[in-house]
Structures are given as C-alpha cells and as structure tokens.
C-alpha cells in the first residue's frame, strides 16, 4: 500500500520522512491512516467497518503511579576535598 506520511516513521526497514510517500504492508497502511500519521495515495475501494460503539469498544484498565512517586531523586555529587 502506498501512503503519503504526515509524520517521520522510521523502523527497521528504513524511514519515510514527513510529506514523503512510502510503501508499507497493507495492515500498517491501515494502521497508519486510522490513526492519523498517514495519508493514502492509491485509491483502492476499502471494506467497510463496522462502527464501534461506546458500548463495544475495550475499556481501558492501565493504571500508573501518580507522577511525584514514578521519579526518581537525582544523585547527590560529593565535591572533592582540596588541600588549603
């Protein structure tokens, strides 16, 4: 599939800068596309999904710490004792 990026992807494979258009798998065009980093240059006729509603979509169960307890203090530097 061939998409025209809208944001720099760069992997494995080499890397396609923004506003340069790119060849990649047909599953990551459409990932690309879904959600916003790229823009399709073929003109295929696409399958129709359905709509998902509120209802079927996953609910989102990631917890995280509150941010003040997920950083870590910066190391204590010790100065050097000089002969006066």
Known sequence: MKVKMR?????????IWAGQEGEVSREQGEDLIEKGYAE????KPQKKKEEKTEESKPKETATAEPAENAMMDAPVRRRRKTNA
């Open 7 to 15: 944001t720099t992807m760069a992997g494995p494979h080499g890397v």
């Open 40 to 43: 399709c240059v073929e003109k």
